[in-house]
């Protein structure tokens, strides 16, 4: 009777362990998240919802920016709009991808940059003309460095601000200079587009299109 206190009531062959082995795991509803600091109850094998969803949507487990205060970037705008300073005047809330800030004003999305250059300079004179900046820095809102351009003209000073888009800097571009050099070689050696985009790791349409200029037209 004593002997038997304490021991599971296993009556077949096999271990005590073994039977609990293969029973499901208990779910870890109650673990924490394997974040530092995270006090949230984890819901996958690593992290809590929260985490999980930044991880998925963000690519990171930091968390997003802080949101600007609503109207604090037309503010700042303003606050600068008649200033006479001679350095440039960095927009200090959202960047888009290109490097060009980005605001909303009124509704609708347009960068700051543009905007001042409404404000100072009024509407644009001509049709397809853009914003050029002297000073050559994108996120830059000092109006003394802002006028309306042509596209020609805005291309050329941003050759000389090195901040030109042509060919690599293009930000889907695949190919360097050196490879489109290349790909015309092998191309005018009689090398069809789909020997060639293996080499470069592109479609034969990217090779089709860098032979034909309709991409890289000024390298020649
Ligand atoms: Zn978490
Ligand atoms: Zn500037």
């Not at 029973?23 to 509803?29: A, H, I, R, V």
């Not at 205060?69 to 888009?96: R, T, Y």
């Not at 060009?100 to 004003?105: A, P, Q, S, T, V």
């Amino acid at each position: 009777m004593e002997a038997s206190r304490g021991r599971s009531p296993v009556k077949s062959d096999c271990g005590d362990n073994t039977i609990v082995a293969m029973l499901p795991k208990p779910y870890n509803l109650f673990m924490k998240c394997t974040v530092a600091d995270c006090e949230k109850q984890k819901r996958g094998k690593l992290y809590c919802c929260m985490h999980y969803m930044r991880l998925k949507r963000r690519g990171s487990l930091n968390p997003p920016p802080m949101r600007s205060a609503k109207g604090a970037p037309v503010e700042f705008l303003m606050q600068h709009l008649n200033s006479d300073s001679p350095d440039c005047i960095l927009w200090p809330f959202s960047i888009a991808p290109l490097g060009y800030g980005c605001i909303n004003y009124k509704g609708r999305t347009t960068s700051p940059h543009r905007l001042v250059c409404l404000w100072v300079h009024g509407k644009r004179p001509r049709r397809k003309m853009e914003v050029a900046h002297s000073c050559g820095i994108r996120k830059c809102v000092n109006q003394n460095h802002l006028r309306w351009a042509t596209r020609e003209e805005n291309q050329l000073e941003r050759a000389v601000h090195g901040t030109s888009n042509r060919g690599e800097r293009q930000w889907m571009s695949k190919l360097t200079r050196e490879n489109v050099i290349e790909i015309r070689r092998l191309s005018a050696a009689g090398l069809s587009s789909y020997e060639i985009g293996p080499r470069f790791n592109v479609g034969s349409k990217t090779i089709r299109d860098a032979v034909s200029q309709k991409t890289w037209a000024w390298l020649d």
